[in-house]
């Protein structure tokens, strides 16, 4: 799915808005750009209107899958991607790196179903300034997009009270911080791929357990590949053993 989504905004103009400092970047004779790459047709709507609702961001164009998320790369100017990270034929990790090479050095604001600390640290690693937890409460996605261009982050409050604890208590027991592990590095539906793979079963198997396509968990064996920097599913499984992933 892909369609503009220029214009269109007809609610009224917040005090927000008009109390916004001439100096910050999203002025409304130059809105800030925004692509959305997002696979769940609601979620997608709701961040949408949401943007399309502030003058002081412009909704560029929108996505559902990783393939058309990379043509909107290549075909638009932006200043912000906002993509999900698990998209059905991908990993949107994969286009929170191509955004990062792109001309126009966009910031890029991860978003997930799920509240997952290692997940936000390899969004962070890859260069995301944001990292969104969609059913989260005290949150905008409006002035998520202003603060990582105006060069603040833009973090879901529970997470950021997280992340926080752990900064203290490696503090307090003298620990050096970590950075994410291997585990961190796999998204859970590629650990799921990876613990069938290790159990001997085929692609076509895999697909009919995780009720996925053939072609879905042969990009999820490719990041896999990747990610790990192995070659084959014998050194995958291998890899993984020794480091404790399965």
Not at 39 to 56: K, T
Not at 107 to 123: F, G, K, N, R, T
Request: aromatic share 4%; proline share 4%; hydrophobic share 45%.
């Amino acid at each position: 799915m892909n369609g503009m989504a220029r214009g269109g905004r007809s609610a009224p103009q917040s005090a927000t808005a008009v109390q916004w400092p001439h100096f910050l970047a999203g002025q409304h004779a130059k809105p800030i750009r925004v692509l959305l790459v997002a696979p769940n047709p609601s979620i997608r709507h709701v961040i949408a209107q949401e943007l399309l609702d502030d003058r002081r961001i412009q909704l560029e164009n929108q996505a559902n899958t990783l393939r058309e998320g990379r043509r909107l790369l290549m075909r638009h100017e932006f200043e912000v991607l906002m993509v999900d990270v698990c998209l059905v034929d991908g990993s949107g990790f994969e286009l929170i790196e191509e955004a990062r090479k792109h001309r126009s050095a966009p910031e890029v604001i991860a978003i997930s179903a799920h509240l997952d600390e290692a997940q936000a640290l390899h969004a962070f690693e890859l260069g995301a300034s944001g990292y969104l937890v969609q059913a989260a409460w005290l949150q905008s996605y409006a002035q998520a997009v202003l603060h990582v261009v105006n060069g603040g982050a833009a973090v879901t409050p529970t997470l950021a009270r997280r992340l926080l604890g752990h900064l203290n208590r490696s503090r307090a027991n003298g620990t050096p911080i970590q950075s994410p592990t291997d585990r961190a590095i796999l998204t859970e539906r590629e650990l799921d791929v990876l613990r069938l793979v290790a159990l001997g079963n085929v692609g076509a198997a895999i697909a009919k357990q995780l009720r996925i396509s053939p072609q879905t968990v042969n990009v999820h064996i490719k990041s896999i590949y990747r990610k790990l920097q192995v070659h084959t599913r014998a050194q995958a499984v291998s890899y993984a053993t020794d480091k404790g992933l399965l």
